[in-house]
């Protein structure tokens, strides 16, 4: 078993709950459970998403898998995978409401069966019904800025644009995009959702001001998940601790860092 | 008998009877899952009191991993 490592000490608020993680982890795709288990642990994230799918009769496979996330004893954001339209995203999320026992959902309506991109049009309807049934909606949606205003105009108080393609690892798309969203919304919790393929990338998401990451396929099918999850628990504080501490202004000449004065072997030719 | 589609598949059950006696009839567990009748969810709380009828289509959902 893997013991937790340390946390860095920064804290953020999200739906209600402190929290000392800024990575949302997921919880599909891994190897074995075990490694599950140890990749989540070791990442500290805080919460992980999770999912209904349909179960056979008698079957109980899907105990197992419950009782360990239960044990990890962090937050379980489910998810409205596979839906298609408001509806089904709005009765997976009561579904989810009741087995989980949490009212945050990671809504997620698709809209393109090729790349997965979401449904801003019923995307946002869902949202605006769940929000006044009283869920914390977790909106995955595309870097637009304009479905990110529709998602707040209707009560959204956390935005999930995506980086790229679920699944993709190419990282961000748009980075200008979703710097515009941050500018834009800047009360709002921002996570990046889905696309990131190396800590690198979630780096960079941090030192754009956002609030979290959420990955899955970039520790899970990565050669060793748990050595990965290590690594994108270090690159997302440090993307933070980058953003927090203010970049240095670029220049468009050298400038050395070492001190001029005292430079050895200065003129000693001429 | 009546005819139900139960996660997609059409099943013959006995007769029509509320969703607590059809979950026994069906051989599931007794918790660990959601369910929905016709695309909407139907909570525990209700299950006795929620009846299903021929050509009713039914949704149990059990946790699995997700991203």
């Known amino acids: ?31 074995s459970p075990a490694n599950m288990e140890d990749a989540i642990k070791v990442s500290g994230a805080q919460i992980v998403t999770v999912a209904l799918r349909r179960q056979a009769a008698g079957e109980g496979t899907g105990d ?15 998810n409205t995978a596979g839906s298609h ?20 959902i990671k809504l997620e309506v698709i809209g393109d069966q090729y790349n997965l991109q979401p449904d801003p049009f019923e995307t946002v309807k869902a949202a605006e019904v769940l929000i006044k049934e ?10 637009d800025l ?51 393929g190396k800590p690198s990338h979630a780096t960079q998401v941090m030192e754009l001001g956002y609030d979290g990451v ?18 994108f628990k270090y ?15 670029q220049r468009e000449f050298a400038s050395p860092s070492t001190p001029t004065v005292g430079t050895p072997f200065w003129h000693q030719f001429k | 008998m009546i005819e139900v589609i139960v996660n997609g598949i059409r099943t013959e059950v006995s007769s029509e009877m ?4 059809m979950i026994k009839e069906l051989k599931y567990k007794q918790k660990g899952f959601a369910l929905a009748l016709n695309g909407t969810f139907v909570a525990v709380s209700t299950y006795e009191t929620t009846i299903i009828h021929d050509n009713d289509s039914l949704e149990i959902l059990a946790p699995v991993q997700g991203g």
């Open chain 1, 1 to 31: 078993m893997t013991k937790l490592i340390e946390q860095s000490g920064d804290t953020w608020e999200i739906g209600g709950k402190t929290l000392n993680s800024r990575l949302l982890i997921g919880s599909a795709l891994y190897p």
């Open chain 1, 64 to 78: 197992n898998f419950w009782n360990i996330i239960k044990s990890l004893g962090i937050e379980v954001l489910p």
């Open chain 1, 85 to 104: 339209s408001a509806k089904e995203a709005i009765t997976t999320a009561h579904m989810a409401r009741e087995v989980f026992g949490t009212n945050w």
């Open chain 1, 134 to 143: 009283g869920f914390e909606v977790f909106p995955y949606t595309t870097d």
């Open chain 1, 146 to 196: 304009v479905v990110a205003k529709r998602l707040a105009d209707v009560g959204c108080k956390i935005i999930m644009p995506w980086g790229s393609m679920i699944g993709s690892g190419k990282g961000l798309m748009n980075p200008d995009n979703l710097t515009a969203i941050r500018k834009q919304f800047p009360e709002l919790k921002l996570i990046v959702d889905a696309g990131i």
């Open chain 1, 214 to 231: 959420l990955l899955n396929s970039a520790i899970a099918l990565a050669q060793d998940p748990v050595k990965m999850a290590r690594a």
């Open chain 1, 235 to 249: 690159a997302i504080e440090a993307g933070r601790f980058g953003y927090e501490s203010g970049t240095m202004q």
């Open chain 2, 18 to 21: 509320n969703v607590k006696e």
